[in-house]
Each structure stands twice: as C-alpha cells, then as structure tokens.
C-alpha cells in the first residue's frame, strides 16, 4: 500500500458499524464492548464530536474520534487496522484533529490509554503527547489507565492577539 492511495475523509453513519467492529476488536478487547454502532453513531452526528476514516479505496483501515469542549478535547478512539500499521494512517488522522482543535481554539488535547499499550504510548509520544497520571484501575477495575495530554496554547482567557495557526494549504 502507498500512503497516496490513502485517504482520509469525516465519518458518516453508514460507517458506524465497521468502527465499531475495530474499536471492539482492536482497542476495547477484553474490556467488554463499550463503543458499539449505536455509540459510535452517536459520535458521528454529534455536533461537538469529530469522527473520521481511513480509507484505502472502499475499506476503513483506520479511523479516530474526538470530542471537542470549550478549551479541552478529548481524544476517544483512534486505531489503525494491524496489516496497514507503521505507514503513517494515525499520523494523519491525528493530525487532521489537531489541526481542527488549533483552529477551534482548543488549548489541549486529552486522551487515555491501557498502561499496558506500549506502541500508542511511543505513537502519541511520537506525535507531541506527554504522560501526566497513572490511573489504577481506570477499565473496569480490570487494567490501569495511562492520561496522556498535548498543549496547544496556553489554558485562559485567549488573548486578543491570538489568532489561529496558517495551515498549511496542502
Ligand atoms: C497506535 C496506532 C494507532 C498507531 O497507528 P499507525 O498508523 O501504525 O501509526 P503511524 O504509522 O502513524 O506512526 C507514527 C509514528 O508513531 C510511532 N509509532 C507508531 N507505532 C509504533 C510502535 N508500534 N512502536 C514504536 N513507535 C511507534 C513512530 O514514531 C511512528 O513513526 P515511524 O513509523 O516513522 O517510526 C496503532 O498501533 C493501533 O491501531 N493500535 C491499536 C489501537 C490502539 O492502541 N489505539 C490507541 C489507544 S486507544
């Protein structure tokens, strides 16, 4: 697969059920199925969500869902199915809600993840994330859970100079 023949769109409904599929299998496994197609559904028309895909031709080979708040977003699901791994996908689906995070004028993302993820932990290291707390027990009683964060701007009032970033136009 070349990185060309990705690409990476919002999330409709129709999409729910095979996101759901992936969290279940490749993030929530032994945890119980908490993201199921109706959940997921939920994220994809919420207005304060944004969800979206991978896609090489037809099939989602990834997909990632973040909640945006005032000054906080949280980064709910993200994962890259096994085969299409290390080529770059979370990269770029990370980096769509990061740069819609900047533009909203969102001061920083959260996330959460098993303490026991070693290859999310380098991935969201990799992309700019600092570890802040161990959370024992956080799944279920069942596993801790690593609370990872990355600053955007300063937390506060934003400042009457502050505009958002240029993106890039590519
Ligand atoms: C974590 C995950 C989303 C990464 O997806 P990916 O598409 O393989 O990641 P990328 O190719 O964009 O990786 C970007 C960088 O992150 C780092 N990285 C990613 N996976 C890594 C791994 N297994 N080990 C070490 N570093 C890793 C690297 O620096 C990589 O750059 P490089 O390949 O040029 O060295 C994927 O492994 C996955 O789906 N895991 C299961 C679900 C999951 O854990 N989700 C996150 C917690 S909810």
Redesign the pocket.
Known sequence: MSTDAVHVRLADTRDAQGIALMSRD??ESGLGWRYDAPRVARGITDRDTVALV?CEGRRVI?FAMMQFGEERAH????????T???????????EWLVESAMVAGIATVH????ES????K??????GFSETALVPGYYQGKEAALRMLRVLRRPGTVPYSWRPPRLDPH
């Open positions: 490749l993030i991978a990834g980064l709910a699901l993200l994962a890259v199915r096994p299409y791994r290390r080529r770059g996908v979370a990269r770029r689906l990370v996330l959460e993840l098993r993820n070693q290859a999310a380098r991935f969201y290291r990799a992309m």
